[in-house]
């Protein structure tokens, strides 16, 4: 009569196993591509972005070519468009230092009170998941004489620039 | 009957997993975070952080001079060892890389917190500090710049990239409107050097006063010209990258030279004048009182890559 | 023991299942809050504006050091004393660092609280100092330097 309970109980550790194994594999597989490792990258990633803009507006101009006060302040301010940007030194040097990244670069600056924004390297539409660093440089007339840029400042003005860098991976 | 001791024994079973396996349910929340957050955190005081020193009576950014004292390693250049701040994160600096390789290494686990205590008892992580170009480990001063164990493949590990500019070595950079030149021709410039060197000898000029079909012709050090092997020479045109330059060909204005002298040529103890022999370029400072090598020295940088894992 | 085998009601396996029910969901719970506490905490370092904060500082040391160059030459070409011609320069850019930073929803505001600028045009080599109260607020994060101290030299 009790030995149907035998197998059952057998049964009962089977299935026991079973589901513990279910829920190893589960959570093993699941840090693969938990939200935090995505976040990781997005920080990577974002890291990345302001390092380079650091270290080419801190590097003095002997280092790496022109900083990017220089380059900026070298700008024609003409929008960009897709293949066509209008600032080559700074598109030359954000190639060396991200390969295998795609980036746009975005000027804003104040003229009479407002705030303008206008793309200054454009090669494409950024992902959902790109990153954004800014950092701001100053210039003011004789950096941009000494760059031959369009900017328009007098004597006595200073122009603040915030420089956008998006960068994504396709 | 046997249906509940079936399920209370999946229970137990679970309840068993969970409680004596960490590895299902810690590694996937508090372990791993942890492991970022000590990549993060290292990456982050070894490019922004100039690092402290201090004793009793003094205390200062530069570590590097006092080794026995550090409180803190930080590997960012800084000019004013009072600031405690760096106004150039992520520039590195040489002598720092050094000390950095040469430290014991309970001194940098403990000192950049590498580990974690676990019931009281320290235990360090595995860890990785590499400083790569063209994904090879930078050589500086016969160092290899990489610290910590190699990774063991398919390790469960966090890992942080950095973008860093690396001092490598020293060159002389001139302006060339105030290089020297000779009463022979204006368009030699001249510089001192007083031996021995030690390193390669670098000279960088920009600002030309450059004609029409101006070029560099060739260099010679205490007037015997030297062969094109002796030394090399890169170019920079205004916002570019630094090329090889052939002999000869046309420079502008704005175009930055790089020459590169091998030390042999300056091994013995006196004083050696190198000529760059120059067409077309007029140089309007006329010596004797030459322009000298060491009063321009400044630091090369070259861009790199940080790069941390924790295990 | 034979009166709950012969049960054929199934009252108990309709416990069982409940109670196997309430078990799993306790377990997706936990595995849904140990991925949760790791994205709220990897998230914290990407909110917390430390290279905003960053930039404005180290934006302000270096613009403070060259407001002074451009304030001693403008003072030899207009009339204007050093310090004067320092404010102008300063409120442009208090004013223009504003309007930047309120483009992406953060609040900056930068105040010259004093100066000793008396050295600078007299004798070239000593440097003066000027004190600049820096506060930035994102709406989650609040960051007051006051006064961030800073030597300047011409």
């Not at chain 1, 190893?24 to 591509?33: C, F, G, P």
Request: aromatic content about 8%; hydrophobic content about 40%.
């Amino acid at each position: 009569m009790d030995d149907k309970a035998q197998l059952q109980t057998l049964e009962g550790l089977g299935a026991a196993l079973l589901i513990t194994m279910t829920v190893v594999i589960i959570t093993q597989s699941a840090t693969v591509i938990t939200p935090q490792h995505e976040m990781m990258l997005d920080v990577q990633l974002e890291q990345m972005a302001y390092d380079i803009l650091t270290l080419l507006d801190v590097a003095p101009s002997y280092v790496m070519g022109a900083n990017l006060t220089e380059c900026v302040a070298g700008w024609d301010m003409n929008q960009a468009a897709i293949k066509h940007n209008s600032l080559p030194y700074l598109d030359r040097e954000l190639s060396v230092l991200l390969p295998g990244f795609l980036y746009n670069v975005d000027m804003s600056y104040v003229r009479n009170g407002s705030l303008v924004t206008k793309n200054a390297i454009l090669n494409g539409y950024p992902t959902e998941d790109a990153v954004v660093a800014r950092r701001t440089v100053m210039l003011t007339n004789s950096t941009v004489t000494k760059a031959k840029g369009a900017w328009s400042i007098a004597s006595d003005e200073l122009q603040m620039v915030e420089v956008r860098l998006t960068v994504w991976q396709v | 009957m046997d249906f509940l001791l079936g399920v209370s024994l999946v229970l137990i079973a679970i309840g068993f997993t969970v409680q004596f396996v960490p590895g299902i349910f810690i590694s996937g929340s508090a372990g791993e975070e942890k492991l970022g957050y000590a990549a993060y955190r290292t990456s982050c005081i070894l490019t922004e952080d100039p690092g402290w020193w201090s004793n009793s009576t003094s205390s200062g950014t530069d570590w590097e001079k006092h080794t026995e004292n550090v409180q803190r390693i930080g590997l960012a250049a800084d000019d004013d060892i009072n600031s405690r701040l760096t106004e150039t994160p992520n520039m590195l600096s040489k002598e720092k890389l050094i000390k950095f390789k040469q430290l014991a290494e309970t001194e940098v686990v403990r000192k950049l917190g590498l580990f974690d205590s676990v019931k009281g008892t320290q235990m360090n992580y595995g860890y990785n500090i590499s400083f790569l170009r063209n994904d090879q480990p930078l050589v500086i001063d016969n160092y290899i710049m990489v610290r910590g164990k190699p990774l063991h493949p398919d390790q469960n590990m966090a890992k942080i990239t950095r973008v860093v500019l690396l001092e490598t070595g020293n060159f002389s950079v001139f302006d060339g409107r105030s290089l020297t030149t000779d009463y022979v021709n204006s368009s030699h410039a001249n510089i001192n050097f007083a031996g021995p060197a030690i390193e390669n000898l670098t000279i960088q000029i920009t600002n030309f006063n450059a004609g029409s079909d101006a070029m560099l012709i060739n260099a010679s050090i205490n007037g015997s010209t030297l062969s094109s092997s002796d030394y090399t020479i890169l170019r920079r045109q205004l916002y570019g990258n630094f090329s090889s330059y052939a002999s000869s060909s046309p420079l502008l204005d704005n175009d930055s030279l790089r020459i590169d002298f091998n030390k042999n040529l300056f091994s013995s103890n006196k004083s050696y004048q190198i000529r760059l022999n120059f067409h077309n370029v007029t140089f309007t400072q006329q010596g004797p009182l030459f322009s000298s090598y060491e009063d321009n020295v400044e630091k090369i940088y070259e861009h790199a890559l940080l790069v941390v894992e924790v295990w | 023991m034979a009166g709950l085998r012969e049960n054929t009601s199934g009252q108990l396996i309709i416990l069982s299942g409940f109670v196997l029910c309430i078990s799993l969901v306790t377990l997706a719970v936990l595995v849904n809050q140990a991925m949760i506490t790791g994205f709220h905490s990897s998230n914290a370092v990407l909110e917390f504006p430390k290279q905003q904060i960053r930039d404005i500082t180290s934006q302000t040391r270096e613009s403070c050091q060259s407001m002074t160059g451009l304030a001693l030459a403008l003072n030899q070409s207009n009339n204007q004393g050093i310090e004067s011609n320092y404010h102008s320069l300063f409120s442009q850019y208090k004013q223009q660092m504003a309007i930047l930073y309120a483009g992406h929803g953060e609040e900056v505001t930068l105040s010259l609280s004093k100066m000793n600028l008396t050295s600078i045009g007299t004798n070239a080599s000593t440097g003066g100092t000027v004190w600049v109260n820096i506060t930035y607020n994102n709406g989650m994060t609040y960051y007051a330097s006051e006064p961030e101290i800073i030597e300047v030299e011409p």
